[in-house]
């Protein structure tokens, strides 16, 4: 189990805006790597509630589950690596192994017991330096829907604003009001 503070910046972009920043900062192909995130909550979206998100992402053979917790202007994550078998487990019905995850949901006095599997998003994602944070170029596939996304991850909240919106505003990018990953999924879902 580990925890991080998240700082990050998102923007969507047009499918046009994408493909002119790949060629821009001559990103390869082979560049992109596949990651999967399954997401869970409660029929009652109670960790949404909560300004949280619970994903498991799938990445290099391996099984992360995620709580993602909203404090200000940052993000708390509360990472714990699962099996596989458990990982089927819990696209199949099971109960969230015992652990960090689950003790962080308990403490918003929400029942383990009802979070249960809601759908997937698939990103194809490129990441690069950029300044002092990464810069991450993302293709989200979910629902039957396509979006593209521009990220860039600092470890300082002011200096990282300040790098993306220059960069967003020299490569003549609109800012958007970007919500995160889930939420679209979520959004998506409501209209199916």
Do not use: C, W
């Not at 391996?62 to 202007?73: A, I, S």
């Not at 990464?134 to 002011?158: P, Q, T």
């Amino acid at each position: 189990m580990s925890q991080e503070i998240e700082i990050e910046f998102k923007n969507l972009l047009t499918q046009l805006e994408f493909l002119r920043l790949i060629d821009e900062f001559d990103v390869k192909q082979e560049a992109f790597h596949k990651q999967t995130n399954y997401y869970f909550d409660t029929q009652q979206f109670d960790l949404k509630h909560h300004r949280s998100a619970l994903r498991v992402r799938t990445k290099n053979n391996g099984n992360t589950l995620t709580l993602k917790q909203k404090l200000d202007k940052h993000i708390l994550e509360t990472h714990q690596t699962v099996s596989e078998e458990i990982f089927e487990g819990l696209l199949n019905g099971d109960p969230l192994p015992s652990g960090e995850v689950s003790d962080q949901i308990k403490k918003m006095n929400i029942d383990v017991k009802e979070i249960t599997y809601l759908g997937e998003l698939t990103t194809f994602r490129a990441e690069f330096p950029y300044k002092d944070g990464l810069l991450v170029l993302d293709e989200n596939h979910y629902l039957g829907k396509i979006d593209y996304e521009i990220e860039y991850e600092s470890a300082d909240y002011i200096s990282g604003l300040n790098n993306f919106n220059e960069l967003l505003t020299i490569k003549q990018i609109p800012v958007r009001d970007t919500e995160s990953k889930i939420a679209r999924f979520f959004n998506e879902s409501s209209k199916n």
